[in-house]
């Protein structure tokens, strides 16, 4: 099966108080997108790689691309009002190269730049015989559910930490898109799960962190050094 994937980058660097958005900090020797792109490239050079942004960021990077020699063969499409609308516009351009429905399609952060390509391997070749697979890992630490004014320990056992790449078979992924926007989306899997779709969970990896905040830099500097 032909193997694509939608990378979504639509921050703003809020949280990081940084003006330059959260995917075009530099982690090492050239921007966290870049980083992204390069993993999955680096695990399968035939994947067809599909790069959602902010229409005002996009002159941006394509300078990005020039100063650093980015060459890797990526697409750009225009993001959404949300994440859900970006991941549409993602996904249009994904089927325009698959009218017989039969790719596996798979949708990631882009300021997750320390996915394993065992991970990603996994991911898809699962998706051969599951139609929704998702990496997660444990919870290590004690969890408490509140109300804003009381709590109570849950057990973790029955918790894990969603990652991504989120892979799916593409007629599912299409057919789940066609539904109205949810708050309740927060993620690809919530999508394709309320259209009525069994979400398979597979082991991803702790590297494979979401970089959000000015510590996940120095992080992401650290993991990056190994």
Not at 74 to 97: D, P
Request: with cysteine.
């Amino acid at each position: 099966m032909k193997k694509q994937i939608i990378i979504v980058a639509g921050g703003k660097g809020l949280r990081m108080n940084s003006v330059v958005p959260k995917q075009f900090l530099v982690v090492g020797n050239k921007p966290v997108l870049m980083h992204t792109l390069n993993r999955f490239y680096e695990t399968d050079s035939q994947i067809n790689i599909i790069l959602v942004l902010p229409a005002d960021q996009i002159d941006y990077w394509n300078s990005l691309c020039r100063e650093y020699n980015f060459k890797i063969s990526h697409q750009v499409v225009y993001g959404g009002e949300t994440r859900f609308h970006s991941v549409k516009n993602g996904l249009m351009k994904a089927l325009e190269c698959d009218t017989d429905m039969q790719s596996i399609i798979g949708v990631h952060d882009g300021v997750r730049p320390f996915v394993s390509s065992e991970v990603i391997n996994r991911c898809y070749s699962l998706c051969q015989n599951h139609t929704a697979v998702i990496p997660a890992i444990e919870v290590y630490e004690t969890i408490r559910q509140t109300d804003g004014r009381h709590s109570h320990t849950v057990d973790r056992n029955l918790y894990r930490l969603v990652q991504t790449p989120q892979v799916f078979r593409s007629a599912i992924l299409a057919a789940a898109y066609e539904q109205p926007f949810s708050s309740l989306f927060t993620d690809d899997a919530s999508v394709v799960e309320a259209f009525g779709e069994t979400i398979y969970l597979t082991e991803g990896n702790r590297e494979n962190i979401k970089i959000t905040s000015a510590f996940d830099i120095v992080v992401a500097n650290a993991l990056q050094n190994q």
